[in-house]
């Protein structure tokens, strides 16, 4: 009779240490499915960006995506003048982009011109969706003489400081005293104030930042 109760004492033993052991692994399972709950809610309001780090990331890789294609477009102008055409005969119009213009006149963004399509810009990398790369022969840019040829785009602040920081090691954007804001209507774009000698910078002025990149330095 005594072997039979503790052997019944210790199945109970058994039995209960095996309950509690179950116990503290749903508790555990529990904890980590509601941390997992509250970290993803944090990620949906915070849209995804749960490391700071990850918005920095995102405007670096933007910034890049801006230089490569303002050097794609200045690969085209260097085609075109290879081709034997003046910057003055290149066109810049999408009106007709199949076809190469007649006469002394080549069309930059052509199979048989300068052999490029537009490009648009990353919508991370642009102030607003409407911003898109204007390309202009009326720059002024300091520290070169006369009106330059150059691909300008508005960009986001953070990316603006991105161009630099890769450029220059510094994420310091210079202020240009010269009129940019009228570039989309009048052609003309002056970064008169920003920093001389650069033919590839990102400025502010007027209250935007403007990335400009001249495609063929004259």
Not at 13 to 23: K, L, P, S
Not at 73 to 94: C, F, H, K, P
Not at 180 to 203: K, L, N, P, Y
Request: charged letters at 15%; hydrophobic letters at 45%.
């Amino acid at each position: 009779m005594t072997i039979a109760k503790a052997r019944l004492a210790a199945a109970y033993r058994a039995a209960r240490a095996a309950r509690q052991r179950d116990e503290g692994f749903v508790g555990a399972l529990m904890f980590a499915v509601i941390i997992a709950l509250l970290i993803g809610g944090y990620l949906i309001a915070s849209g995804g960006d749960f490391n700071p780090s990850t918005n920095r990331e995102k405007d670096r890789l933007n910034a890049g995506s801006v230089q490569n294609q303002a050097q794609q477009m200045a690969n085209g102008v260097m085609r075109t003048l290879g081709g034997g055409y003046d910057v003055a005969n290149i066109e810049v119009s999408q009106s007709d982009p199949a076809v190469t213009g007649s006469g002394d006149t080549v069309e930059l963004f052509s199979p048989d011109g300068g052999g490029l399509t537009m490009p648009v810009a990353p919508t991370g990398a642009r102030a607003s969706t409407s911003n898109l790369w204007i390309l202009t022969k009326a720059a002024t840019v300091p520290g070169f003489t006369g009106a330059q040829f150059a691909a300008v785009l508005v960009v986001r602040q953070a990316v603006c400081a991105q161009i630099n920081q890769a450029l220059y090691g510094s994420n310091a954007i210079p202020a240009a005293t010269g009129t940019m804001s009228t570039i989309a209507t009048t052609g003309a774009f002056d970064a008169t104030g920003a920093t001389a000698g650069r033919s590839e910078q990102c400025v502010s002025g007027g209250g935007a930042h403007y990335y400009y990149k001249i495609l063929a330095p004259q």
